[in-house]
């Protein structure tokens, strides 16, 4: 079984995809953002392509544990993407996933242009590889 996950922002979403055995988070792409319609389509190819079985969304939580303007974002996407796809959906805390993959990006010196081509998918990466290390075996 695979599983997909995605981080949604307003002008990305960062996708990645774990391997068959369900252990490691690969990194898929960045699909950017037009319409939902459109966007949920290419998240429903990959699906399909992928056979994917379950899907796992960073959910934007703010630090004090509620939900923002982001977040709301976020759960109308998804709730979109669960009238077309019939497998299960579900939320992952994503707070400062985005930031913890953009300052290492910093860090290996990575120049802006390249960060903003890779972040949202190493984003998803994270939040794939956290959902994969904190399941029950």
């Known amino acids: 079984m695979r599983i997909l996950a995605l981080d949604v ?8 995809v774990s391997d068959e055995l369900e252990i490691a ?3 898929l792409k960045t699909i950017d953002r037009s319409d939902p319609a459109r966007d949920i389509r290419h998240i429903i ?15 934007p939580v703010m630090m004090d544990g509620s ?12 709730e979109g993407l669960r009238t077309e796809v019939k497998i299960p ?3 992952m805390d994503e707070r400062l996933s985005t930031k913890m993959v953009e300052k290492a990006l910093i860090e290996a010196d990575m120049s802006r ?14 939040i794939l590889q956290d959902y994969l290390a904190g399941r029950p075996k």
């Open 9 to 16: 922002g307003d002008k990305r979403i960062g996708v990645a």
């Open 25 to 27: 988070a690969h990194g």
């Open 45 to 59: 190819g990959i699906v399909k392509e992928y056979e994917v079985e379950e899907i796992i969304v960073g959910m």
């Open 67 to 78: 939900m923002g303007i982001q977040g709301e974002k976020v759960s109308q996407f998804v």
């Open 89 to 91: 959906i579900r939320f």
């Open 113 to 126: 242009s390249k960060r903003k081509k890779v972040i949202d998918k190493l984003a998803a990466v994270v």
